[in-house]
């Protein structure tokens, strides 16, 4: 079968993105928009400004009409448009809100290709844009810090480095179209469980490397026009008005010069919030509903109060306005804001592209792919394969004007030659177990089938009408276990045995617990959430039109034990208090440093080809190195390696983990093709927060450079001095 080759400036909607320009200034003052903003607020009375730096709609904020000053217009979320909810709170269907379901955040991250970050960034802007929208909420970048959080779908990773990539292609994206991204949510939501009050402890050295460096990236590299704060608290402050977060770190060190905003119901104090950085108020009538009265919200009448009394300066109002006003300069009151489109083919082309590069295989004993010419029967086993996502999950949700599953996929692929035969397998319901009978014809249709594919995993939630329904990967909840729900272990064991030819799809926003069936599939593919073009993609990978090139961006761990939050570290924390113990190891900087073996590794992710990794070089200056080294297709398809390079520091004051990515680059190759990879590892990629000096250090001394195709898969080493 011939493979399709993924060159990555092949694709129309891909061109498009990347031929705009980049329009995202960094936050650099612009003295004309300056000079108008400064004007804008003399002219404004204290309640106008007041007006608005809190909600007035469920997504919007007032404007100043007289001024010509529009309302701020939000939407969720991460991975598409959400549908309108017009100023309340229930939904509209009205029809015309359908956007395009790109594949979520952790199936993005599996690309590790930062272009299609971008271009993903750029249908969501140019949707967003087209349905009058100024900010949209996302790109949610929190680490994944346990499996069982029911927002790691949103989220991208386990690794700074990694997020750091992804995020920054992704705003400018979406910046580009003269829609603002919101930065989610800042910082250390790792949890769902307790999330709007739990206080978070860890060390400054987890703060600097592992949990501040993707929202530092995304506000001084990528420009980001509005940081999201989140409803936590992080030493004892609410991170929307943490001093130390807000003030210090991301407006004072960072110099962010926009808009701080609340997530929907985190302020708690008036003065508090208006000393400690937030800038907008949103979502505070969530707790007044059905009658919101906003001039209860914190920013409001009270706020109003506070500066009357001279408690609070005008000149903090001030400063707030002026946030919000440049976000509208770069959006709303942005002469040149593009030409916009929405829901289109080249968009559902751009949601395949990723999701056949987020899909991931992660296990293959001469499987796959399947031999089209050679099948009969194909069975679809399992409730997923027939179960739309789109619209679960919580805020994030999506109302696309289609969906497709993997049976439709499978069905779309196999045409009239291959027959495709559908059982459950086993029922999505609250407390379901197996049951026997639904197995009993699934391995009744794996049987007489030439292959099966069981397609299960996570879900959202079971009816997505009503959010505290909702279970697994979804907002407002953590999982309560990595064990597969509804009897799939039973069922999958069931299937393998009755036709070895099974391949095993799981969905899911990250790991599950596969050990009672692992080493009996022959073949495991994670899908992630993967999108409205979803089971297409599944399907091009399964019959190998598409060479799979996705990598793992989290540590699958064999048993939940071994996650070093729940080992080192706590999870959930008690009712007031969660403390991050387990440091700096988190992920495979905890696998690795102790020697814990994980069932796939961070950066694990199969090929239908194979690479090899020749004649690596390092030249050094005393505090950067840049490598070069040839890779080489050595199989019979085209297809894309993601090389990463890892850095291990051989002594140091501290103890420092194993080895840290540093570096990754996507390479796409024809069969029998080489090229020479060059990347810079810049001083960065050496330091360390040393939190006894309190700042980033480079000890002098020996480093290992580790090239490879995972982090445990690494096929060159250099050794350097600096
Ligand atoms: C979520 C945010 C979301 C907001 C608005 C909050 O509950 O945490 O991520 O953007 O709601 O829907």
Redesign the pocket.
């Known amino acids: 079968m011939k493979s399709k080759v993924l060159p990555i400036f092949c694709s129309v909607t891909l061109c498009l993105a990347l031929s705009i320009q980049s329009l995202s200034a960094q936050w650099a003052a612009d003295p004309s928009v300056e000079g108008k903003i400064a004007e804008l607020v003399k002219k404004m009375t204290l309640e106008e400004k007041i007006s608005m730096i809190h909600a007035n709609s469920s ?1 919007t904020s007032a404007g100043v009409p007289r001024l010509g000053i529009p309302e701020l217009t939000t939407s ?2 991460p991975h598409g448009v ?1 549908p309108e909810h017009g100023r309340d709170w229930v939904l509209d269907n009205k029809g015309g809100d359908s956007s395009t379901y790109l594949p979520v955040g952790i199936t993005l991250a599996s690309t590790w290709n930062t272009q299609l970050g971008y271009a993903f960034g750029a249908v969501l802007g140019q949707e967003a844009n087209f349905r009058g929208k100024d900010v949209i ?1 996302g790109p ?1 970048i929190n680490i994944i810090r346990t499996p069982l959080n029911g927002r790691n779908f949103e989220y991208m990773s386990e690794d700074p480095y990694l997020i750091s990539k992804m995020a920054v292609g992704y705003i400018k994206g979406v910046q580009d179209q003269g829609v603002s991204a ?1 930065l ?2 800042f910082i250390a939501n790792n949890q769902e469980i307790m999330r709007s009050g739990i206080n978070v402890e860890m060390s400054d050295r987890a703060l600097r490397e592992i949990y501040l460096p993707g929202f530092r990236a995304a506000v001084v590299e990528g420009g980001v026009n509005t940081v ?1 704060g989140a ?1 936590n608290r992080f030493r004892g402050e609410y991170c929307t008005y943490s001093n130390l977060l807000v003030n210090q770190i991301l407006k004072g060190e960072w110099g962010f010069r926009g808009l701080v905003m609340s ?3 985190a302020i708690h104090d008036t003065k508090e919030a208006l000393l400690g950085g937030a800038d907008l108020e ?2 505070t009538d969530l707790s007044m509903l059905p009658n919101p009265d906003f001039s209860k919200f914190y920013f409001a009448d009270a706020a109003l109060k506070l500066v009357r009394n001279g408690e609070v300066s005008e000149s903090v109002i001030d400063d707030k306005v002026r946030r919000i006003l440049r976000v509208m300069f770069k959006t709303h009151m942005f002469a040149n804001r593009p030409k916009a489109t929405h829901a289109t083919k080249e968009h559902a082309e751009l949601a395949r592209k990723v999701a056949e590069e987020g899909i991931t295989l992660l296990k293959n004993k001469g499987v796959l792919p399947f031999n089209k010419s050679a099948l009969k029967t194909i069975a679809v086993i399992g409730a997923n394969a027939n179960r739309e996502n789109a619209m679960g999950g ?3 949700q999506v109302r696309p004007r289609y969906e497709i599953t993997p049976l439709k996929g499978l069905q779309n692929a196999a045409g009239n030659s291959i027959g495709v035969v559908f059982e459950q397998g086993y029922t999505i319901t609250k407390n379901a177990t197996a049951d026997k009978e639904l197995i009993r014809k699934a391995v009744e249709a794996a049987k007489k089938a030439d292959v099966a594919v069981v397609v299960g995993g996570w879900i959202h939630g079971y009816d997505y009408s009503k959010w505290d329904e909702n279970a697994y990967d979804t ?1 407002g909840f953590d999982k309560a276990s990595l064990k597969m729900p509804f009897g799939q272990d039973e069922l999958i064991q069931a299937v393998v045995k009755a036709n070895p030819n099974t391949v095993v799809v799981l969905y899911g926003g990250g790991a599950i617990d596969m050990m009672a069936w692992e080493k009996n599939a022959k073949a495991i593919i994670q899908a992630g959430y993967p999108g409205m073009e979803g089971g297409n993609a599944l399907a091009s990978i399964l019959f190998g039109d598409v060479n799979p090139s996705g990598k793992l961006t989290v540590t699958f761990p064999k048993t939940l034990k071994d996650i070093p939050a729940h080992k080192l570290g706590e999870y959930p924390g008690d009712s007031v208090t969660v403390r991050y113990n387990e440091d700096i190891f988190v992920g495979y900087r905890y696998f690795d440093t102790y020697r814990v073996k994980p069932l796939f590794s961070f950066g694990h992710g199969l090929s239908y080809t194979s690479y090899q990794y020749t004649k690596p070089l390092v030249a050094t200056t005393d505090s950067s190195a840049v490598l070069k080294f040839t890779l080489e297709n050595t199989g019979a398809r085209g297809g894309a390696e993601v090389v990463q390079v890892y850095v291990a520091d051989r002594k140091s004051s501290l103890k420092r983990p194993a080895k840290e990515l540093k570096a990754f680059q996507k390479v796409f190759l024809q069969p029998g093709e080489s090229r020479e990879v060059e990347m810079t590892l810049d001083r960065s990629a050496f330091s360390y927060f040393n939190d006894q000096q309190g700042k980033w250090v480079l000890e002098p001394g020996e480093f290992d450079i580790l090239i490879g195709s995972s982090s445990s898969d690494l096929r060159l080493k250099k050794r350097i001095k600096l």
């Open positions: 997504f969720d979320g959400r909420l949610g919101s989610k949510h999201m409803y997530d929907w119901g949103m979502g919580g805020s994030s907002e």
